[in-house]
Each structure stands twice: as structure tokens, then as C-alpha cells.
């Protein structure tokens, strides 16, 4: 039975575990000696053994006295190495934290916790999840089990690759541009970013604070729903975070066919196999009783600049606790202060992030701020309230989440804006902090495809039964990469 154990859904395993036939000790075995024939992937920064396996069987003790916290009480969630978890390493998959371990919680490792998960593990990314490949990470790329030279997307790369390959049921991730929905794309995987505000950012190192969020990986909607729902909760340490009076889930009507918005305009350029398998889930939609409606979003187009504007204005100020005084790598032999802020930032930081904190300090520098940055912020508002205006007429808005398939590792690496390119149908759910769903409708050429859909705030209910009516009637869901 243990041999099999990997390729059970979250929901399966929970069941397995209240029944007795399996103890979660066994599952975290399983887990364990399958990851170690899978080290090529590059998914795990680190994996503590003995740590999972003292989680195990507090969950089977609770079991056995009848305490189970719940349907995720033993079961193993993988978390992005910028998410915070107690007397765990939280590298960010950078040099610049190489070595450091969290001396607290996030909100969302409390929240699993309490549920009886098992933090299993820290999951490689882009440095500091900038990125689109997982080619930015101190450690080493990570790879796409459907294809091992390609990349598994980025920056939650890990987290994609790990659930992809049967490494782990479920995963966190934190997307800031499509750092979830893209490698969910590319890895054949279910992958929501939430609204804005109804996971707390608790923990989560920021990369753009306006723009992140932490949300979950699986192989199936019902399994991203239960750890969306496990995430989901107010926190006063959270100011952007919903109270609970402000949470008010929006779901389908009941009286009228759903209604799904297609940007055509926006399609131009998508490679031929996404779009076909996208133009054949659009048909099953259609014929399945749902209303496609073409819909306008002029501003769209401007998405990927007005992104590269704030978030690296946004980064270049976070990152600036990164100075070698409190903590981080620190350059040995400085001269003075000065030299040991520049010595140990240069040192520290990778190219992208360096390249990111540069452009970030350029358009909020004296004499720039109004003519980039100002300008940004007015983009970001239209393409906000271009959205909203279009999900006022339909249920979701539906897309390609990627214009390609996953490409090979190094295809872009020498050309940033190609690779910025990944983000397109992706990043106007940030800047717009709407709830946005990448979930799998095919295949390209032996490769994942994923469609992206994007409903109004608090929709994470219509998304879901629309990825699952889909599901429903494909043999997509609980794939594991050959």
C-alpha cells in the first residue's frame, strides 16, 4: 500500500487516516523515500526528517485518542521557503539568508498547525520570488517533472514540482505577478492566488506588499479548496487582512447560466497548442449550458509595465532591512559602515534581485517618482477598475494562464523581458487584488496546459465550481508526473 500512497489526493489520504488504514507515519515514509529518488527536481531547499516524523506520529496519537484536529490533521503541506515557520530555515532561496532560521510563526503555518498538518519541509524558489523559472535561486534551479530540462515556472517553482511529482499532497506558495498560477500551469496543477486580504501576509517575507499573497497547490480543486479554506481567516497582525464582518464569499447565481468573459483582444500571440486546448475548454463551457461573452479590457496591455514599476518600487524598499547590521549575510574585512552595506548587499543578492531593487529605486528617485511611479499607480487603478466593471456582466474572466508551455531551463534567462512575458495574463489579478484560479485542461506537445480564471473580490467560490465542473468531466485531476 505505502508504494501507492503518493498518488492519493489530500481528500483520500484524510479519509485513509480517520479509517485507521493508513497511519500518517506510513504517508511520511512514503513520502520521504520517494523524495529521495526525486533529488534531481531540486524542489526542496531542506526536509528534516526527523521533524516530519515527530509531526507523524503526534497525528497518529491524536488519532488514536480520538483528538483528530480535522480532515488535514496528519496530512503533509509543503511551504515556500518565504514563509515562515518556527525554528525552520527561511532562506528565500538566497545567499543573503543563507544559514538563518525563523525565531517565529506566520499566521498561516498557526493556522496549519492548529489543523494538525505536517510542515513538510522548505521548498526551493526564485531568490527572494523574483522570478518566472526558478533560475534565480541561490540553490539551483528547480525542474518540471513532465519534462526534467524544463523549467517547472516560477517563483514557487518548488512548491509546483513537489506536489507535481507526487513529493508531497499539497504546497504553499506566495504569488506576486502569477508566482502561483504559472507554475501550477506549467506543472499540470490547481493554483489559486486568493483576494487580496483573505490570507494573512503574516510571516511572508515581503517581496511587494500591495501585491502578495500566499495561496495553495494541489492536484485537484477539492484539495485546493480545503487548504484555501485551512488559510483563510482574519489577523489583526495583518492590516490588510479582512476582518471577519468584511468576508462575504460571492457565489454562483441560480438564476441564470453562468457567465464566462473571454478577452480575445488579449489572445494575440498565445502558442498554437495553448490555444487550442484553451479554445477546447472554452467549447466544453459553452456546451456545458455557460454564456461566453467577449468582454474589453483596453488597459490590459499595459499590466506587465505598470507591474514592473510597482512591484520593484515596493521591493526596493523592502529589501532595504537587508543592510548586514541585524541580520542576513554580513561581508567579513569591511573597512567602515558604508562599505559593509555595499560590500554585503552585493555579495548577498543575485542578479534579478539586484536588477529589481536597482529599477525599483530609479522610479521612486527624485525627478522620476511622478513621471514612473505616480503614472503606475494611476495604470493599476484603471486596470482595477476595468476589471471590476467587466465582472460586473460575468462570473469570471477566462484566459490562458501562460502563453506557452513550460520552456527549458535557460531559454530566457539572458533576456528579462521575455521572461517578464510569463506573467501576462497573470499580473492584472494582483495589481487588481482579485482571486485568481489556474487549474489544468490539457496537454501541448507531452505538456501541461493551464487556464486562468479571474472572478470579483471574494469570488474564490465561483472559480472553484467552475474549475470542478471542468474537472468533473476530464481525467485531469490527481496526475502525477511519469
Same mark, same amino acid.
Given at each position: ?164 511529482? +507526487? %513529493? $508531497?499532497?499539497? #504546497?504553499?506558495?506566495? *504569488?506576486?505577478? =502569477? ?7 506549467? &506543472?499540470? @496543477? ?12 503574516? +510571516? %511572508? $517575507?515581503?517581496? #511587494?506588499?500591495?501585491? *502578495?499573497?500566499? =495561496? ?7 484539495? &485546493?479548496? @480545503? ?17 471577519? #464582518? ?237
Amino acid at each position: 500500500m505505502s508504494e501507492s500512497l503518493h498518488t492519493l489526493s489530500a481528500a483520500e489520504l484524510s479519509r485513509r487516516l480517520a479509517t485507521g488504514a493508513v497511519t500518517s507515519r506510513a504517508l511520511v515514509e512514503s513520502l520521504l523515500a520517494r523524495a529521495k529518488t526525486h533529488t534531481v527536481l531540486g524542489a526542496f531547499n531542506s526536509l528534516d526528517t526527523e521533524d516530519v516524523l515527530r509531526q507523524a506520529d503526534a497525528a497518529d496519537r491524536r488519532r488514536a485518542e480520538g483528538k483528530s484536529l480535522g480532515p488535514l490533521d496528519g496530512i503533509p503541506v509543503g511551504i515556500k521557503d518565504n514563509i515562515a515557520v518556527r525554528e525552520q530555515p527561511l532562506t528565500c532561496s538566497s545567499k543573503m539568508l543563507a544559514g538563518f532560521i525563523s525565531p517565529y510563526d506566520s499566521t498561516v503555518a498557526e493556522r496549519l498547525k492548529a489543523a494538525g498538518a505536517i510542515l513538510y519541509g522548505r521548498l526551493n524558489m526564485d531568490e527572494f520570488a523574483m522570478g518566472s523559472s526558478t533560475e534565480t535561486s541561490a540553490t539551483g534551479p528547480a525542474r518540471n517533472p513532465w519534462d526534467k530540462d524544463r523549467t517547472p515556472g516560477g517563483s514557487s517553482g518548488g512548491s509546483a514540482a513537489s506536489v507535481a511529482a +507526487g %513529493l $508531497v499532497p499539497l #504546497a504553499l506558495g506566495s *504569488d506576486t505577478g =502569477g508566482s502561483i498560477r504559472q507554475p501550477a500551469s506549467h &506543472c499540470g @496543477l490547481v493554483g489559486l492566488k486568493p483576494t487580496y486580504g483573505m490570507v494573512s501576509r503574516y +510571516g %511572508l $517575507v515581503a517581496f #511587494a506588499s500591495s501585491l *502578495d499573497q500566499i =495561496g495553495p497547490f494541489a492536484r485537484n480543486v477539492d484539495d &485546493c479548496e @480545503l487548504l484555501f479554506h485551512a488559510l483563510a481567516a482574519p489577523d489583526a497582525r495583518d492590516m490588510t487582512c479582512f476582518t471577519a #464582518a468584511e468576508r462575504k464569499p460571492v457565489h454562483l447565481p441560480q438564476n441564470r447560466k453562468p457567465r464566462l468573459g473571454v478577452p480575445r483582444a488579449l489572445l494575440e500571440g498565445v502558442d498554437a497548442g495553448v490555444r487550442t486546448a484553451f479554445d477546447a475548454a472554452l467549447e466544453f463551457y459553452r456546451a456545458a449550458g455557460c454564456e461566453l461573452v467577449d468582454v474589453a479590457l483596453p488597459t490590459a496591455g499595459l499590466a506587465v509595465p505598470t507591474y514592473y514599476v510597482v512591484a520593484t518600487a515596493e521591493a526596493s524598499s523592502n529589501l532595504g532591512r537587508y543592510d548586514g547590521v541585524r541580520y542576513g549575510h554580513r561581508a567579513q574585512g569591511v573597512l567602515n559602515p558604508v562599505d559593509m552595506m555595499e560590500r554585503s548587499r552585493s555579495e548577498g543578492f543575485g542578479a534579478e534581485v539586484k536588477r529589481r531593487i536597482l529599477l525599483g529605486t530609479f522610479v521612486l528617485s527624485a525627478g522620476y517618482a511622478d513621471a514612473y511611479y505616480g503614472k503606475a499607480l494611476l495604470a493599476r487603478t484603471r486596470i482595477r477598475d476595468e476589471y471590476l466593471t467587466a465582472l460586473q456582466q460575468v462570473d469570471a474572466l477566462v484566459t490562458p494562464t501562460v502563453p506557452s508551455t513550460a520552456f527549458r531551463l535557460g531559454e530566457k534567462a539572458a533576456d528579462p523581458l521575455k521572461m517578464y512575458l510569463e506573467d501576462l495574463f497573470t499580473i492584472p489579478a494582483n495589481l487588481a487584488g482579485l482571486p485568481a484560479l489556474s487549474f489544468p485542461v490539457g496537454m501541448a506537445n507531452n505538456l501541461p496546459v493551464g487556464i486562468h480564471l479571474v472572478g470579483a473580490p471574494q469570488a474564490e467560490p465561483i472559480l472553484f465550481a467552475l474549475a470542478r465542473q471542468f474537472e468533473g468531466s476530464h481525467a485531469l485531476a490527481n496526475r502525477i508526473a511519469p
